[in-house]
């Protein structure tokens, strides 16, 4: 419903406060150039809106963001005129959400989080990042005052196990004080894996000109992804394990390797799991 007809006072409006206003003027003069109005602006203070986290996402063990912005960067916000001479009719805006992240670079031990969020207000967004181990009952802070929608952390200071990020947003830095809001997300569970697998039962046997190798690799947390071996430090070549897929945590290996000349034979065998964590170990037989 719509409040009764009020005259301005003192240029201010001292109508109830809506969502919507209307103005009307009377001019009053009969002669020929009488009185007209040619702008009328009207100065209002939106409501604040919470900002809204949608998706956080863990992104890949072992690469990382590039370092996070020092200074604060207000949401990106574009706006479209309308064709010259026209009067502006709306305005189209539309707010840097964080759906595009900068390229990860390889880091060993390093993993991170991206996350889309935005302010229907087009707020500057602070945020804040939390971490929480399974089974655990409380989040601990990572990293507060984040400008960016990204953040990688050293995943080598976590033991092995699945853990969820917490993101907070807030929109405290654009709004005055104690007048900020703030939304949460949380992402899906994810591993942190920095134990290297195990190499075991690792033997070799002469068998005629080729050597009899065979080995175990198991890995408590993620599939063995990979193994090689080197004959007397040569370059390392994969080889395949019994089943010829490496899709499980545990292996088994046996193969019969050509033997590359007569005297001592040093074999060594590395193992990686999907985390790139790495095992080494060696045979000699003579």
Known sequence: MWSAWAALKDGRIVSPSARFLQWRAVLAGGQQDGPSVSQVDIAYLPKNVAPRVDVVEATPANYRFPAPSSTIIPSAVTLTLPAIGKAQTNVSTVANDGSNS?????????????????????????????????????????????????????????????????????????????????????????????????????GASPAGGRVNLRFKASDAASVVSKAEISLNGSEWRFVDPTVRLADSKDLEFQLLVDRPGAGELTIAVRVTDEFDNQSVEKVTIR
């Open 102 to 202: 900068p390229s990860l670079t390889y880091a060993k031990g390093m993993i991170g989080a991206r996350w889309l969020a935005i302010d229907e207000n087009n707020d500057a967004l602070e945020f804040a990042l939390e971490i929480k181990g399974e089974n655990e009952q409380g989040w601990k802070p990572l990293k507060d005052k984040i400008k960016d929608r990204y953040y990688s952390f050293d995943a080598t200071a976590f033991g092995d196990g699945k853990y969820q990020v917490r993101v907070t947003a807030s929109d405290s830095i654009a709004n005055p004080l104690n007048q900020g809001l703030s939304a949460q997300g949380v992402s899906a569970p994810f591993l942190i894996d920095n134990t290297a697998p195990r190499i075991q039962d690792l």
